[in-house]
């Protein structure tokens, strides 16, 4: 496959493929879950979201992305997402580097069941020491590979959206 196919394939079929990547990586964190028996902490699910985040967005870049105009809102949108898991993961290697930097805290159910969203969510910003347990794939944190992901499909669909003129 040549340069200039790969990139033609990239720029038609991009937001397509994030929107798998996306839920082929959340696939597999269900299935690390499942095979390790390590519960996921807060700052896990919030990447989980994010992760969610990106193939709801690029099925509506998919569906709406022919109006005129929506092309770099879809772009600042995948932006601001990018952006947002990228925080997200870079403040759980942090915890998994300091671990004596949180204390313990409630886990994600019981969070949701007795604060309002908000505080609920600030909460799970802050993270709890079950953010520092040892979960790696690889010999890698899991939070690297959640920000390798981020990058790759945050950069994959604003390439999409901003080589292809006609969305």
């Not at 010999?139 to 003129?165: H, M, Q, R, T, V």
């Amino acid at each position: 496959m040549t340069a200039l196919s790969l990139r033609t394939l990239l720029v038609r079929h991009g937001l397509l493929l994030v929107c798998a990547g996306a839920l082929t990586i959340v696939a597999l964190a269900f299935l690390y879950e499942q095979l390790t028996g390590i519960q996921p902490c807060p700052l896990c699910w919030l990447q989980r979201w994010i992760f969610i985040g990106f193939a709801a967005l690029s099925l509506l870049a998919l569906v709406l992305g022919r109006l005129p105009g929506l092309r770099w809102l879809f772009i600042a949108a995948f932006a601001l997402l990018t952006l947002t898991g990228i925080g997200i993961a870079l403040r759980h290697l942090y915890i998994k580097l300091n671990p004596q930097s949180v204390s313990c805290g409630m886990d994600v159910e019981t969070l949701l069941d007795f604060f309002p969203l908000r505080e609920a969510l600030t909460q799970m910003l802050a993270g709890s020491a079950d953010c520092a347990q040892q979960a790696d794939f690889l010999g890698l944190p899991l939070p690297s590979w959640s920000l390798s992901g981020y990058l790759l499909l945050g950069s994959l669909a604003i390439l999409a959206l901003w080589a292809n003129k006609k969305r």
